[in-house]
């Protein structure tokens, strides 16, 4: 799933979460780490805000029935915003024998429940407490023994108490939109969204990650209506009352919160990778348009096949676009749901690009729906994956710096929330499996799979994660899992890496100095993070030194909260790069003169290092050499560091304006990049005397001056 995360906003509902659970639980902190429990401060002021109550354990859910397939029948009440339905479950005992099966159903009224024995079938006994449905079986059952328990229903999902949380925003499965026509310009709608364990209020079935099924549904809908679900659409059945049966089977087994289903008046834009149906679907109004946003889809199913070195697993792949819908998208197997700001008209079009969002869910086909997180603890193994997937695809279609510029704005993301809250990424602990969906597992996790790719090279880092989905397929995992698959690649122990970035809150926030005297370097490193709640980070980095035009790479392996390298040198240096690769997590305090980022900007070709000397310099842009500075940068080729420029560029109140606004107006006409050319406009606007009518001339002539997220 994919959440737009709202810095400002997210952080503070967690903000006053983790005050009050400060407030009240000092003392009664159960953690399994005993030696840093026993070294707790007692002074509630010496506990960092960002340090939140433990919750309790929350184990992967025990396995006592296996649910092998689901076969639903299913129909919609749209007055009373009610499924009609009909499961045959497939059930044997995971491992012991067992005499009942419990299932999560939620907000049922439940008709029957019969076990299928052929010719007549049996009613069973049962108990029903809104949430579980307890079927105890006719006799007791052994592990190779499989049985069949139809159960005939009627699903009320808005009786159920809705609690949802930050990110998705209700957990009540499945949703009727206008489901009276009442709403003028609004298409009546139903839809599913399973995770995270919603599934349940619309089908019956064992709603954990870790279980797994193959599926069949047959949709009864009004003649109108189309119907998406997973897997292909074997069947399409006209019915004597005029309504239609669309029979949809799935016959690889998927995790039951990644079922589907979805009606309404969609238009199906085509589209094609390899053999496999792409589809598109989007409201009629909008089918024009659907491939300019979708339309990299097969593009992307292409490169992550190869570099993944697993094809695309699934029967197919389609996008559907819903209203009103409770996230961002979820990655549903074989058929992702977008939010409606993905249908967009031609004009909008020119601003916006959710290439992001659209490689996102289409990852999470490998990593979340091939190989699954045994539990919500270990959310980042889906989500972290789907998040770097972001980076992946940058990297691959746009180049490096614009995936670098990717990388620092999820980092700062990261960041952001951790000034509020502080918490390992697979997280037993959690107080609500809701708060999972946070920044840590996606932008947290993205980049310490960046990190790990840095680390081990990309050749191991892809072999890994080919032989990992290769041999986890169709089961779910937890982190071990993926470590292992490193190992064995490797050849290394990296438990360390694991343990610090995986298993430990927190980041280094690291202090850098160096210093050059007699032919030598000295460069002093200072882990600053809280020791009592972070690690001390054991972090292999690169530094460069460059002297003229000569660069010098050191590897160095920090391990120590205090630490100082020599580093040999013939001259002093013009400048010291520290973290060459620029792929840290965390925070790097080095203190650097205004040569030594002029220089940097000029002869270090990395984004960040670029970003770093732009807004380091942005205070003294009236200074000559870092005014042309910032003239040079707005002919750099990446969009980010021209939109740097410019936003620096805003604050010089110098006489040379002149010279500057041709600069500017250069951009603002002819930019390749919308965002660009309206920085362009405004920095325009910012500057002393600028004369006002050629700006609105410049706005006027913008098809858009529209900036969404991630537009660039
Ligand atoms: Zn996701």
Redesign the pocket.
């Known amino acids: ?2 959440i737009i995360f709202m810095w400002g906003t997210g952080c503070k509902t967690n903000q006053v979460a983790s005050r009050t659970a400060i407030d009240t639980t000092r003392t009664i902190l159960p953690a399994p780490e005993t030696s840093r429990q026993e070294a707790l401060p007692q002074s509630k002021d010496s506990i960092p805000e960002w340090v939140s109550k433990p919750g309790a354990y929350n184990p992967s859910a025990t396995r006592f029935s296996d649910l092998m397939h689901t076969r639903l029948k299913i129909r919609f009440d749209w007055g009373k915003q009610q499924a009609i339905g009909e499961a045959v479950l497939t059930l044997k005992p995971f491992f012991y024998p067992q005499n009942t099966a419990v299932l999560d159903a939620k907000g049922f009224n439940i008709q029957s429940v019969k076990l299928i024995t052929g010719t007549t079938n049996k009613n069973l006994q049962y108990t029903y407490d809104n949430q579980k449905l307890t079927v105890k079986l006719d006799k007791t059952y052994t592990r190779n023994q499989e049985y069949k328990i139809q159960i005939n229903y009627v699903a009320n999902p808005n009786n159920l108490q809705v609690k949802g949380s930050a990110a998705i925003t209700s957990d009540k499965g499945l949703y009727f939109i206008n489901p009276l026509g009442k709403e003028p310009n609004k298409p009546r709608q139903i839809w599913t969204q399973g995770e995270t364990e919603a599934n349940s209020a619309w089908m019956p079935t064992i709603d954990s990650p870790n279980e797994r099924m193959t599926q069949e549904i047959y949709l009864t809908v009004e003649s109108q209506y189309t119907t998406l679900s997973n897997g292909l659409l074997v069947s399409s059945v006209k019915n004597a009352d005029g309504t239609r049966t669309d029979y949809w089977k799935m016959d690889k087994p998927h995790a039951p919160y990644l079922a589907m289903l979805a009606v309404g008046e969609f238009a199906i834009v085509r589209d094609k990778w390899q053999n496999l149906e792409v589809n598109y679907y989007v409201e009629p109004a909008y089918k024009n348009t659907a491939k300019a946003v979708f339309g990299n889809t097969p593009e992307m199913m292409e490169f992550f096949s190869k570099k993944l070195g697993v094809d695309f697993p699934w029967q197919k792949y389609a996008s559907i676009v819903v209203r009103d819908y409770v996230s961002g998208a979820m ?1 549903n197997t074989t058929a992702s749901v977008f939010m409606e700001s993905l249908q967009l008209t031609k004009r909008e079009l020119l601003d916006t690009n959710w290439d992001f969002i659209i490689a ?2 289409l990852f ?1 086909q490998w990593f ?1 729906d091939l190989v699954t997180m045994e539990s919500w603890a270990n959310l980042p193994l ?2 972290s994956f ?1 998040n770097y997937s972001e980076y992946l695809w940058e990297e691959h279609k746009y180049g490096k710096a614009s995936a670098d510029a990717l990388n620092l704005k999820e980092l700062n993301g990261y960041l952001a929330e951790a000034e509020t809250k502080q918490e390992p990424l697979i997280r037993y602990r959690y107080q609500d499996k809701e708060d999972m969906f946070d920044s840590h597992s996606y932008a947290k996790g993205g980049r310490v799979l960046h990190m790990l790719r840095n680390y081990v090279g990309d050749d191991a880092f892809f072999t890994a994660l080919k032989n990992y989905l290769s041999k986890n397929q169709f089961t779910s995992v937890e982190l071990a899992e993926l470590r292992m698959a490193f190992e064995d690649v490797t050849g290394e122990d990296l438990n360390w890496f694991f343990d610090q970035w995986f298993l430990k809150p927190g980041h280094p926030d690291l202090k850098v100095e160096h210093t050059y005297q007699n032919g030598q370097i000295q460069i002093s490193v200072i882990q600053q993070q809280d020791s009592l709640y972070t690690p001390v980070y054991r972090l292999p980095i690169t530094v460069a030194v460059w002297n003229g035009k000569q660069k010098k790479e050191h590897d160095l392996i920090i391990t120590k909260a205090k630490q100082t390298f020599t580093l040999p040198a013939t001259d002093k240096p013009n400048l010291v790069l520290f973290d060459a690769k620029q792929q840290l997590l965390g925070k790097i305090n080095h203190l650097k003169t205004d040569d030594e980022l002029l220089y940097q900007f000029y002869n270090v070709n990395q984004y960040l290092a670029k970003y770093e000397s732009i807004s380091k310099l942005a205070d003294k842009v009236n200074d000559p050499k870092i005014l042309a500075m910032m003239r040079a940068a707005l002919k750099d080729e990446t969009p980010q560091i021209r939109s740097a420029a410019l936003s620096a560029l805003a604050k010089y109140t110098g006489s040379e304006s002149s010279a500057l606004f041709k600069d500017l107006q250069l951009i603002a006409k002819n930019d390749k990049k919308s965002i660009v050319r309206a920085d362009a406009v405004t920095t325009i606007a910012a500057l002393p005397n600028a004369a006002v009518s050629p700006v609105l001339d410049l706005l006027a002539r913008q098809s858009s001056v529209k900036n969404l997220r991630n537009s660039e």
């Open positions: 799933m994919i990655e996102h869910e999470h979340g889906n989500e789907a």
